[in-house]
DNA sequence: TAGATTGTTAATCGATTAACAATC
DNA sequence: TAGATTGTTAATCGATTAACAATC
C-alpha cells in the first residue's frame, strides 16, 4: 500500500488540466491524446503523460483519454466531488468579491457566513449572507462545522484570529493576508495568495523584457 | 557582458524575501545573515545565498546583510524603484477591491482608470477614479501611456479585449480571468492569478490531510 | 588576529523530457 | 493485423543543498 507522495508541481499542474478538459468538455470533445493537449496547453505530452500517471491509468493505448472521465477523476482527485463549509473572514472588498463569486459554490464550496471586526457592517448582507461579528466565530465554527476559512483582512486580524478558527476546528485556510501564518499546526493547511507578490512578479518581468529590447539595438 | 537567465522559482521568491526584509526593517533590524533569514522564513541558508547572488554580492564576509540596503536592492531588482500606469478592466468586486487596493499605490502602480462594459457603471467612481466604457480603451491607454492592464472580467471579455490593449501599447497584463491568454505576442508580460485554480489545490491537500490521518489510525 | 559569514564550486536530489515496449 | 498512443523506464536537465575557500 506504499504511496508515493506527489510533488507539489505536479499538485499545481492539475487545476488547470481540470480547466483545459472543462473547456474540451464544452465544445462536446469526447476524446483526446497527450500530444493534441500538449499543444493546447503549451507543455509536453510526456509531462501530461507522467502527471496523470500518478495517480492511475487513466487513458488508453492507441486512442488517447476519454475527456469526460478524465474531467471527472482529475475532479474526484482535487476533491471537487464533494463539499466543503467555509466562512470568509473580513467583509472588505475582497472578502465580498469572494462572497459574490458564485462559481465557488458550484464547486461544493459553500460559504456560510462572512465576519468581520467593525461593528458598522454588523447586520449588512452580501448575496444573502449576513455579515457577523468576529467574537462570534468559535460558536459558528463548531456549530456550523466549517472546514475552510478564507482570510481577506490586514495581517495582524489574520494572525490574531487564525489559531482561534483553528481551534474551533477549521482544517485549511485560504489566506490573503501579507503573512505565511507560519505558527499554525502543521497539520492545518494554508493556501496563500498573495497578490502584491504577483504584481512584483509582473514588474521584474516586464522591466526585464524592457531591458531585453533594449540589449536587441 | 553575458547574463545568465534567472529562473522563474528564483523570481518567484524574491517578493518574499523583500516582504520579510521589510518586517525586519520596521523592526529595526540593521543586519541579518543568511542563517537567520533560512530559520526565519523556513528556507535553506544556502538558498537565500544562491538566490541574491543571482544578482551580485549584497552581503559581507563576516557581517551578513544590511536589511536596508539588502530590501532596497532587492526592491530594485523588482522594479519597484519606479512608477507604472495601470487600468483595471472590469469594474466588478475583484475590480473594485484592486482599485481600493492603497498599498499598490505606495509601491508605484497608479491606477489611471477603471473600465467596464455594463453602461449602467458609467460615470461611477471607486476611490474618485471614474469607470468608463471599454471602446474608450485604445484612446485612454494611448493618453496615459498604461503600460499594465489588470484584467477582472470574465474569460470571453478578457480575450476579446487583451489584443486590443496590448495594440495600444499595454505591455503587460494582470489576468485575473480563467484563460491563459496565449493568443497574445509573446513579448507581453502575463502574470495570472486563477483564485480557483488555487482554492483546488487547498482542497487537494485537505483531502490529501485527511486521508493520511486516517491511514495513521 | 580569530571568528563569522559570505560567495561560489561541487555534489545531490528531483523534475522534466525522451524513448520505446506494451497494448488497445 | 497495422497504426496509434499510452504507461513506464531511462536519460537529461535544472534546481537545491552541502561544503569550503575567500575575506571581512
Partial sequence: MEEREISKAVIKRLPRYYRYLGNLLEEKVERISSNEL????????????????????????????????????IGRILGLDRVYNMIIVGAGNLGQALANYVKFEKRGFWIKGIFDVNPRLKGMTVRGIEIRMTDELPQFIRDNQIQIAALTLPKSGAEELAPILVENGVKAIWNFAHTDLQQLPKDVIVESV????????????????ELEKEREL
Avoid: C, P, W
Fill in 194 to 209: 498573495h497578490l502584491s507578490e504577483s504584481l512584483m512578479q509582473l514588474s521584474y518581468n516586464l522591466n526585464h523584457m
Fill in 38 to 73: 500538449s499543444e493546447m496547453m503549451n507543455v509536453t505530452a510526456s509531462q501530461i503523460r507522467q502527471d496523470l500517471n500518478n495517480f492511475g491509468g487513466f487513458g488508453q493505448q492507441g486512442y488517447g483519454y476519454n475527456v469526460k472521465y478524465l474531467y471527472n477523476e
